[in-house]
Structure formats: C-alpha cells, structure tokens
C-alpha cells in the first residue's frame, strides 16, 4: 500500500544506538509504503516549521532537513522509489550489498542512507554510539561488537573527511578497522586530495561521493554518476565551468512548505539544480568547483575558493584552509584565508601566503591561523564564521 497524504511522523534521534535502530526500521517500513513519512530530528532539534507544513503526498518516505548552510534549513520530500533507486545504484558500483556501519548521525541524509543500504542487504546496519561524539577507538570498538552481533560481518561505512582525518592521525585500532572495510565512502564536504592519497596509502578504500539531500545523498562517486543518475551544466563559461544539475532516479519530490524561489531549483524531467558550480576534468570525471554563491569578484576577476583552498592544501604543514572574501573599497572585494596545521607543525601566516602568491589576484590578501577551521553540520566549512572572523 503507498502511503497516503498525511502528516510525517518525527522519529527523534540522540546520537545512540538505540535510536537508530528504531528509526531503522520506521524508514524501512515508510520505503515500503506501509507506513507513515518519517521526518528524524537530531538530539535536541526541533522540527523545522516547514517541514510541518502542508500535505505529504504520496510515496514520500522521508522528509529530511537540509543543513541551512544557505541560510534557513528546507524540508526535503524523498519518495521510497528515489531511496530505493540511490540504494540499488550505490550496491550496482560497488559490486553488491553489503552491510554497513552508521558513523554518521541518523537524522542526515546520509545516516539514512546507511541504515537503508544497510537494510536492503539483508543485515541491519552496526551503529557506533556518538552522543559523547566521534572517537577512533569507539569506531573500532562498534565493528568489533558487530562482528560478535550476528548480524554479519561490517564491509562499508560512509564518513565525512574529519573522521577519516582523525583515524589516520590516531594510526591505531581505529586505522586498522577502517583498513579492513571494502568501501569507505567520504561525502558531506569537499575532501582534500592530500588527505585522501594519504588514506589510499594506508590502505583504505575511498571512494569521494558528490550530492545532497535533495539527490538522496551522494549520487557521484569519484567523479561518475551512479547508475540512472545525469549531470548537466547551467550557464558554462569558456572554461566549460556552469552550476551544476543533478537529475535521474534519485532526485528528491521537492520541497514541503518552502517559497517559490527555492521550489524552481527543481526542474522538468527529475532534475535539481544545485548551487554548485562544476565542470568535467580531462579525465572525463565531475569536478566541483565549489558554491556559486561562494564564487568572490576581485577587481573584476571571478575567485573560486575551492581553488585556492587546494593550493593551501598542497602547502607543507597545513592541514586545513577556508577562503572567503571579505569587502574591499578598493577591490570590492579581497580574498582571505584561514588555515589550520598538522599536528605538531608550527606554521606562519606569511609564509603560507607567499607559497600562494603566484595566484596573483586569486591568492589570499591576508591568511591567519588557527587551531581548526570553523565548521558547521557535519564537517562543512563555515564560512560565515571566517567572514565574521575578519570583520572583527
């Protein structure tokens, strides 16, 4: 029976195992359409008012709210046939099901994504406990304890890169735990290529996915689509770079109770527009180039700070970057940086912008350093922080 008009119904989630499960097996239970739309809230999170508003129609099994990284979250409506499509996608590139590890919290798209995958083959997902946070020796601790549940061994977990990150800095059990998975993917940010050729040399199998709530989660792993999953340009400039537009099988209904602005990302023919802008490499594969709205003009010059956050990056010693333009009267606007060190690497902010300075007008005006880059949700850079950091 597909699941009628109605209210969702607010599973709340508190970073335990426990909660997870439960909210398991409600999601699979509304994917069938045997049950009501579920909408999981995280510890101590309201329902977004949108996301109470107006009917769901039918076959949604899941209203997930977005980050707010541009500004107030939006209630995202997922059918069970879109989830179904993501799930069937990500085990066809991966060579089949498997079972998973949530390491990530339930209430994100991608927390549900885990559970669903999880499910499809058969084994509930493992869960590592997170109410006291993200620690390398609790992540090997819940795939030790799902190798004794019965429930079959742990083959795949989906991380953000400050997880993966930390487990290689711990280099302990953790390190090996994640050395045994055969699919690590890493998502909910962009990954530094340092980082990532770091845990490829220690012997984890990354995958980079690209996509969002409103694609049911990553739908582009290292560059590909996923099966049934197209990627299109909006507005290319001489360098092929446009916003980027999802579409296929896993795009989400739309929105529930958002404006008419926000609705018209979602276009004819199951596509999303997102706010990022992208190209295809020499390689054939998706680069992203970072947010359109992040995109800085400086003295008539477009800056992408995806770029010159790379830069940063391949500089010794630093571990983290965040670039932002801050106003400028001269320039209307000059690029800034923040970066963060390796650990026990004592870096000097001039030093690090003169290994950039040939960028010219794209290279930092002004870097300062930090003990960590501000971030927001589940790893993303927040960039209203910095900005406000150099307002100050």
């Given at each position: 029976?597909?699941?009628?008009?109605?209210?969702?119904?607010?599973v709340?989630t508190d970073?335990?195992?426990?909660?997870?499960?439960?909210?398991?097996?409600?999601?699979?239970?509304?994917?069938?359409?045997?049950?009501?739309?579920?909408?999981?809230?995280?510890?101590?999170?309201?329902?977004?008012?949108?996301?109470?508003?107006?009917?769901?129609?039918?076959?949604?099994?899941?209203?997930?709210?977005?980050s707010?990284?541009?500004?107030?979250?939006?209630?995202?409506?997922?059918?069970?046939?879109?989830?179904?499509?993501?799930?069937?996608?990500?085990?066809?590139?991966?060579?089949?099901?498997?079972?998973?590890?949530?390491?990530?919290?339930?209430?994100?798209?991608?927390?549900?994504?885990?559970?669903?995958?999880?499910?499809?083959?058969?084994?509930?997902?493992?869960v590592?406990?997170?109410?006291?946070?993200?620690?390398?020796?609790?992540?090997?601790?819940?795939l030790?304890?799902?190798?004794?549940?019965?429930?079959?061994?742990v083959?795949?977990?989906?991380?953000?890169p400050?997880?993966?990150?930390?487990?290689?800095?711990?280099?302990?059990?953790?390190?090996?735990?994640?050395?045994?998975?055969?699919?690590?993917?890493?998502?909910?940010?962009?990954?530094?290529?340092?980082?990532?050729?770091?845990?490829?040399?220690?012997?984890?199998?990354?995958?980079?996915?690209?996509?969002?709530?409103?694609?049911?989660g990553?739908?582009?792993?290292?560059?590909?689509?996923?099966?049934?999953?197209?990627?299109?340009?909006?507005?290319?400039?001489?360098?092929?770079?446009?916003?980027?537009?999802?579409g296929?099988?896993?795009?989400?209904?739309?929105?529930?109770?958002?404006?008419?602005?926000?609705?018209?990302?979602?276009?004819?023919?199951?596509?999303?527009?997102?706010?990022?802008?992208?190209?295809?490499?020499?390689?054939?594969?998706?680069?992203?180039?970072?947010?359109?709205?992040?995109?800085?003009?400086?003295?008539?010059?477009?800056?992408?700070?995806?770029?010159?956050?790379?830069?940063?990056?391949?500089?010794?010693?630093?571990?983290?970057?965040?670039?932002?333009?801050?106003?400028?009267?001269?320039?209307?606007?000059?690029?800034?940086?923040v970066?963060?060190?390796?650990?026990?690497?004592?870096?000097?902010?001039?030093?690090?912008?003169?290994?950039?300075?040939?960028?010219?007008?794209?290279?930092?005006?002004?870097v300062?350093?930090?003990?960590?880059?501000?971030?927001?949700?589940?790893?993303?850079p927040?960039?209203?922080?910095?900005?406000?950091?150099?307002?100050?």
């Open positions: 029976m597909i699941a009628d008009r109605r209210a969702v119904e607010i709340p970073g335990s195992a426990a909660a997870a499960r439960a909210l398991a097996a409600r999601l699979v239970t509304a994917a069938a359409g045997e049950g009501p739309a579920v909408l999981p809230t995280g510890p101590g999170e309201p329902a977004p008012r949108a996301a109470l508003t107006g009917p769901v129609p039918p076959g949604v099994a899941a209203v997930v709210t977005t707010g990284s541009t500004g107030v979250p939006k209630a995202v409506l997922l059918s069970g046939t879109a989830l179904a499509a993501s799930a069937a996608a990500t085990a066809a590139r991966l060579g089949g099901d498997g079972r998973w590890l949530l390491a990530l919290p339930a209430h994100h798209v991608a927390g549900v994504q885990v559970l669903l995958r999880s499910a499809r083959s058969g084994s509930p997902a493992a590592m406990e997170l109410r006291d946070g993200f620690r390398p020796d609790g992540f090997a601790a819940a030790e304890a799902a190798a004794r549940d019965g429930g079959g061994p083959s795949r977990t989906s991380l953000v400050t997880q993966v990150r930390r487990l290689l800095d711990d280099a302990g059990a953790g390190l090996d735990a994640l050395r045994a998975l055969d699919a690590v993917l890493v998502g909910g940010a962009a990954a530094d290529p340092g980082l990532l050729a770091r845990a490829r040399e220690a012997g984890v199998r990354v995958l980079t996915t690209y996509g969002m709530s409103e694609t049911c990553g739908c582009v792993y290292d560059g590909v689509p996923l099966d049934r999953v197209t990627v299109e340009f909006e507005g290319q400039d001489e360098t092929g770079a446009g916003r980027v537009v999802l296929g099988a896993t795009v989400a209904e739309g929105y529930r109770g958002a404006d008419d602005a926000a609705a018209a990302d979602f276009l004819p023919g199951r596509r999303f527009r997102t706010s990022d802008l992208g190209r295809i490499d020499r390689d054939g594969r998706l680069e992203i180039l970072g947010r359109a709205d992040d995109v800085i003009v400086t003295g008539g010059e477009k800056v992408a700070p995806a770029a010159v956050e790379r830069a940063l990056l391949a500089v010794a010693g630093v571990r983290e970057a965040c670039v932002v333009g801050v106003p400028d009267a001269e320039w209307g606007a000059r690029v800034v940086a970066v963060a060190g390796e650990r026990g690497a004592s870096l000097d902010a001039e030093a690090v912008r003169a290994e950039v300075a040939l960028m010219g007008r794209a290279a930092p005006r002004e300062r350093v930090l003990e960590a880059v501000p971030v927001h949700g589940i790893g993303k927040d960039r209203a922080a910095v900005r406000e950091l150099f307002a100050r």
